[in-house]
């Protein structure tokens, strides 16, 4: 019987210990990503290489409210807001998504996925006007670091 008890506490001890492991947190992508500064060479060769596609969508000028910069290993996503050069809002009754943006049914931010090819910036991939997390697949489809993806936990 005593063996029996033995046994039995293992087995508890066992599964206990993998139900354990499987509630931690997993970091599938160790690498490490930065955050490249305001004003840094880095930072404005990846605006500059998303800017033209977000002003050729809004036919006017823009900046970026940046949420949130992450580059690592020739990748970087940023994720913000596009403003008019002097900070103001974008306008986007004057826009193609005016009748989306009406109906609450616009997002008004950029999700930009961006790749350096031999020292430039090119955009991989591009959304806006998201309403919902769009580049949660972005590692799998374009190879990019999960990391910068804002996915599984970190900063």
Not at 5 to 10: A, K, R, T
Not at 110 to 139: F, R, S
């Amino acid at each position: 019987m005593k063996q029996r008890s033995v046994v039995f506490e293992m087995f508890v001890l066992a599964i206990g210990i993998a139900f354990t492991l499987l509630l931690l947190p997993v970091r599938c992508d160790a690498q490490a990503y930065h955050n490249p500064k305001v004003g840094s060479a880095e930072r404005k060769a990846i605006m500059n290489a998303i800017r033209p596609r977000v002003e050729k969508d809004l036919s006017q000028p823009v900046v970026f409210d940046v949420t949130f910069l992450r580059s690592a290993s020739g990748w970087a996503l940023m994720e913000g807001i596009p403003t008019t050069p002097s900070g103001g809002q974008i306008n986007w009754a004057r826009t193609k998504w005016a009748d989306a943006w009406k109906n609450g049914a616009w997002g008004g931010g950029v999700d930009a996925l961006v790749h350096d090819v031999k020292g430039t910036w090119h955009v991989a991939a591009y959304v806006l006007g998201a309403t919902d997390v769009e580049y949660v697949d972005w590692p799998q489809t374009y190879g990019c670091p999960k990391s910068i993806c804002h996915l599984g936990g970190g900063n």
